[in-house]
């Protein structure tokens, strides 16, 4: 038995004198409240009104039974507001910066259609787990390590000219006597620099004998994404952000390095739920596939596929 909404009908009957405004104030037809007036009537075990009247007149028990009737409908109704208020409570979300605004955006609306308002914090990965550590988001997209990601993004080098090769080699940066200009660069942007990106790419750049120098972290991606526009320098980033940028985009030949993103949660944030409805939209916002290749259906290797084909 509806035990919540028998006393919702029983309360607005008795309120109203009859079954049928009853069940109208009630929200029910009146078959229905006479149906669960009847039900609560037999689980108690006594009659709540005269039947013998014309209009719904309270029995004396009925009149005991009313006003704890009405606590329960009143309680129900407070907890079902605050069921939906506690729907509506933004979800603070720690995000990198290498989403752009358009995926940030379809994110939040895609967010709503599930039923969850998104309040997003856009910032680098050191900071997104400071966020999540100290409790001020309740769940944040961490930085991890490809072997511990749910979604990955390929990395690989883009710069201003079509470099007419499918892979760029970092040898070929090497400086020698017959190399004009001045050295080329390759730019780290903040999301990149991180321990599972930087350094394998510095051990490779000492390996092939580049400069120090050739290997750069930067401190936002204007900067650097300026640096490789007007000059011959290279920017490691996904395909989808040298896309944005108008950038000629090819993945490694030495290595394969990719960003990797998991989604970790406060002391009292519960990510599952999130993950669960939300997964695929991360996956997109990111330019991500996954480890098991179901959420955002490789999206972004396919980018990077058509690149390197269009260049051989």
Known sequence: MDLVGACRAFVNVSERGGFTVGAAAAGMSQPVASRRVAALEERFGEPLFERTSRRAVLTPFGRDMLPVARQLVRAADVLLHEAEAAKRKPWRLAVPGVCSTAGLARLVAEA?????????????????????????????????????????????????????????????????????????????????????????????????????????????????????????????????????????????????????FALAAAADGNPQHIAARLGDALARCLGAGTREGTQGGGQARGRAAAAGGAAG
């Open 112 to 260: 709503r259609g599930h039923g969850v308002t998104l309040d997003l914090r856009v910032a680098a990965p050191a900071r997104r787990e400071e966020l999540v550590h100290a409790q001020q988001v309740r769940a944040a997209l961490l930085a991890v390590p490809p072997d511990e990601a749910t979604w990955s993004v390929p990395l690989g080098l883009a710069g201003a000219q079509d470099p007419g090769v499918k892979r760029v080699y970092l040898e070929t940066l090497r400086v020698g006597r017959a190399s004009p200009g001045p050295a080329r660069r390759i730019w780290i942007q903040p999301e990149d620099d991180v321990p599972h990106i930087r350094d394998p790419l510095t051990r490779l750049r000492d390996a092939v004998g580049l400069r120090p120098a050739q290997v750069v972290a930067a401190d936002e991606l204007t900067t650097a994404a300026a640096e490789v526009l007007c000059t011959r320098d290279l920017l490691l980033c996904s395909p989808a952000q040298a896309a944005e940028l108008a950038l000629d985009w090819r993945p490694l030949g030495e290595i394969t390095l990719s960003r990797g």
